[in-house]
């Protein structure tokens, strides 16, 4: 054996990483973790109240129907509403509800319900949400939270604050068993700072997914960030502070000029952000690439990192890990299992009378820079600074 072969050898031992085999062997620690599901873990009722919903929203998603609302034993779903009369009956026969209301500005004038659920169109989403609180109503409502107005931002933290009432944004990574375990382990301090993160939401499509007034078609695609941007914003707490992005052209027509409503030439944008940590972060959405449609990420800190359910790090005893429990008529529903988790969560937050986790200020963090970023990928990646929105 050569001089060079076994300084080497003496020099991977000292690291405590032996032979190659180290890594599948376990020699550096990484851990394979396995929460209990949301759904197999024992919930315990603390009220029989019931918040009266109503539900609107029954596009190409279905997504009105989606959350099990109507299983939630806390929950009465009071009526549904939908713009087209056949989608409407549709939300109402799996809501089991009989009132039903040609539109949302109808149905949040009724005084019976609390709280309402907007599956509507991601353009109307802050309208929407502006709307039914003024009306004395609850919000919970599908992502982003925004549509690509920072004004509209503005308008929707100070329509919750003059309010009071719940407002929660609906993103699914959240309550995906890999994100709320990063979180709580960030929160152990597991992590230590995050010196790097990413976040992707893959989507590849070979033509725009169906959208009332064709919304979807040729959208900037950092407009919809939220699935990625969980990954650092609800992991920590924490805030993106500036971002630096570059966009994929499309070659489908409609990103070809005069293609789309917005003049957006991009089917891909990764955005690299500069976080409060003095970190950085990764975050993309794209289209393109053939085949592969997922929501996932990864955090490296300075006491750990974590890459799906494979954690390394300092900390020895994790906590717990598991997204909360649902009630067993409550399905855990699709996304990774979030959908429940999400519901169950807007419903307890209204009935303890707490902010919901996800509130205004998180769902603009999640989502108000990747409106900076495909700004920044116009300008061919300059540097922008991220609005901040705190409590």
Request: proline letters at 7%; one cysteine or more.
């Given at each position: 054996?050569?001089?060079?072969?076994?300084?080497?050898r003496r020099f991977l031992a000292g690291m405590g990483?032996?032979?190659?085999?180290?890594?599948?062997?376990?020699?550096?620690g990484i851990?394979?973790?396995?929460?209990?599901?949301?759904?197999?873990?024992?919930?315990?009722?603390?009220?029989?109240?019931?918040?009266?919903?109503?539900?609107?929203?029954?596009?190409?998603?279905?997504?009105?129907?989606?959350?099990?609302?109507?299983?939630?034993?806390?929950?009465?779903?009071?009526?549904?509403?939908?713009?087209?009369?056949?989608?409407?009956?549709?939300?109402?026969?799996?809501?089991?509800?009989?009132?039903?209301?040609?539109?949302?500005?109808?149905?949040?004038?009724?005084?019976?319900?609390?709280?309402?659920?907007?599956?509507t169109d991601a353009p109307q989403h802050a309208r929407h949400a502006i709307l039914a609180l003024e009306h004395g109503k609850h919000v919970l409502t599908a992502v982003p939270a925004v549509w690509g107005s920072i004004e509209e931002a503005e308008q929707l933290v100070e329509t919750v604050k003059k309010t009071g009432l719940k407002y929660m944004m609906a993103e699914t990574s959240c309550y995906r068993p890999d994100c709320y375990a990063m979180r709580q382990i960030y929160r152990a301090g597991g992590f230590g700072r995050l010196v790097y993160s990413e976040g992707e939401y893959f989507h590849y499509i070979t033509e725009p997914i169906p959208s009332y007034k064709g919304w979807r078609i040729g959208a900037p695609p950092l407009w919809y960030p939220t699935h990625s941007t969980a990954y650092y914003i609800w992991?920590?707490?924490?805030?993106?502070?500036?971002?630096?992005?570059t966009g994929f052209r499309g070659e489908r027509a409609e990103y070809r000029p005069g293609g789309n409503r917005y003049e957006n030439p991009f089917a891909d944008e990764v955005a690299l952000f500069e976080t409060t940590e003095g970190g950085i972060s990764?975050?993309?959405?794209g289209k393109s690439v053939r085949g592969k449609t997922?929501?996932?990420?990864?955090?490296?800190?300075?006491?750990?990192?974590?890459?799906?359910?494979?954690?390394?790090?300092?900390?020895?005893?994790?906590?717990?890990?598991?997204?909360?429990?649902?009630?067993?008529?409550?399905?855990?529903?699709?996304?990774?299992?979030?959908?429940?988790?999400?519901?169950?969560e807007f419903v307890s937050a209204i009935l303890e009378d707490r902010e919901p986790l996800?509130?205004?200020y998180e769902a603009l963090a999640m989502t108000v820079p990747g409106i900076v970023a495909h700004r920044s990928a116009l300008r061919e990646g300059e540097r922008l600074k991220v609005p901040q929105f705190g409590p």
């Open positions: 054996m050569s001089d060079g072969a076994i300084e080497r990483l032996g032979a190659i085999g180290g890594l599948a062997t376990g020699t550096f851990r394979s973790l396995a929460p209990e599901p949301a759904s197999a873990r024992k919930w315990e009722p603390t009220t029989d109240r019931k918040v009266r919903f109503g539900i609107i929203g029954y596009g190409t998603c279905q997504f009105g129907a989606k959350f099990g609302f109507q299983d939630h034993p806390n929950v009465e779903i009071v009526a549904v509403s939908d713009l087209f009369p056949e989608r409407r009956e549709g939300l109402a026969k799996e809501c089991r509800c009989e009132k039903t209301y040609e539109s949302l500005e109808v149905l949040v004038k009724d005084p019976k319900i609390e709280a309402v659920f907007l599956a992991v920590t707490g924490k805030r993106f502070t500036s971002v630096s992005c990764r975050m993309l959405m997922i929501e996932t990420g990864r955090v490296f800190g300075e006491r750990g990192w974590m890459d799906g359910m494979n954690y390394a790090g300092a900390l020895e005893k994790l906590p717990d890990i598991s997204v909360p429990p649902i009630p067993p008529s409550v399905p855990a529903g699709g996304h990774g299992g979030s959908h429940g988790p999400i519901a169950h996800v509130n205004v």
